[in-house]
């Protein structure tokens, strides 16, 4: 099973139409954008999350303050890498660069998108067995699908080994 | 989201989104999804309400012990 169903097709399209027209005009027409789609999803066991190691993955472009370089949020085609958090990081060091979203929440309370806290008291309770040491950051705007698949992709699948996860909470914006 | 999902899934990893794009997300064909009806930006609930981040995550969570695919299961929250 692939990621992404007929990628070569929906990267023809992309670049056929969206991205041509954006190449041309300089503006963004998303009447013309291919929203990815597949048609099957993939299997995979249930697990014990209390005997699990479980990492978080945000898509709201959190980043640490002073410390690490935002992300490209104004860049009209995507931002397509990542940033690595420590899950300990105290709330106030994170910042959030994204341009998609209405900051006003996750400006009064970061766990609306990062949970940070949370997930460290599930744990706490036991009914996580353990957070991964890393949380994967990156900003949920990409719009080349192409590019998740072959540049956001590969280092979130690398940081997952690295954690040695069995279990990941995706939380989008 | 629902591409990093499958790709982590196809590896071997259990993952489960918590979104509130129904939209977007369930035609990438995710394998665990919950979806609530809370605006952009707040995804677990509103700032401050603890309880309600809580709930939404642990209702999230519990997806993870059974075998995917599962259908999306729509959380009854409101912001």
């Given amino acids: ?173 | 989201m629902g591409l990093i999902a499958r790709a982590l899934e196809l590896a071997g990893t259990a993952t489960v989104i918590a979104a509130n794009n129904p939209g977007r997300t369930r035609i990438t064909a995710p394998p665990r999804v919950t979806f609530t009806p809370l605006p952009r930006g707040a995804t677990l609930g509103a700032p401050g309400d603890a309880a309600q981040q809580r709930r939404i995550l642990k209702a999230t969570l519990e997806l993870l012990a059974r075998e995917a695919p599962l259908k999306p299961v729509y959380l009854d929250e409101r912001g």
């Avoid at chain 1, 104004?74 to 900051?103: C, K, N, Q, V």
């Avoid at chain 1, 719009?143 to 909470?169: C, K, M, N, Q, S």
Wanted: aromatic share 8%.
């Fill in chain 1, 1 to 173: 099973m692939d990621i992404l169903e007929n990628k070569t097709q929906w990267q023809k399209q992309y670049h056929d139409n969206f991205l041509e027209h954006y190449h041309q005009t300089g503006s963004l027409d998303w009447r013309q954008y291919p929203h990815p789609r597949n048609t099957r999803a993939p299997a995979g066991p249930g697990i014990d999350l209390s005997r699990s190691r479980l990492m978080l993955i945000s898509s709201a472009g959190g980043y640490l303050d002073g410390a690490q370089e935002p992300f490209d949020a104004a860049h009209p085609l995507g931002d397509y890498t990542i940033r690595l958090i420590p899950s300990s990081t105290p709330l106030e060091m994170l910042a959030f660069a994204h341009d998609h979203y209405d900051h006003g929440a996750v400006d009064q309370d970061p766990q609306v998108l990062m949970p940070l806290r949370h997930l460290e008291a599930l744990a706490g309770e036991g009914l996580i067995g353990e957070v991964a040491s890393q949380t994967v950051s990156f900003m949920g705007y990409q719009p080349d699908v192409g590019r998740v698949v072959d540049e956001l992709i590969p280092p979130i699948l690398e940081t997952a080994a690295a954690e040695r996860i069995e279990a990941a909470l995706l939380i989008p914006t």
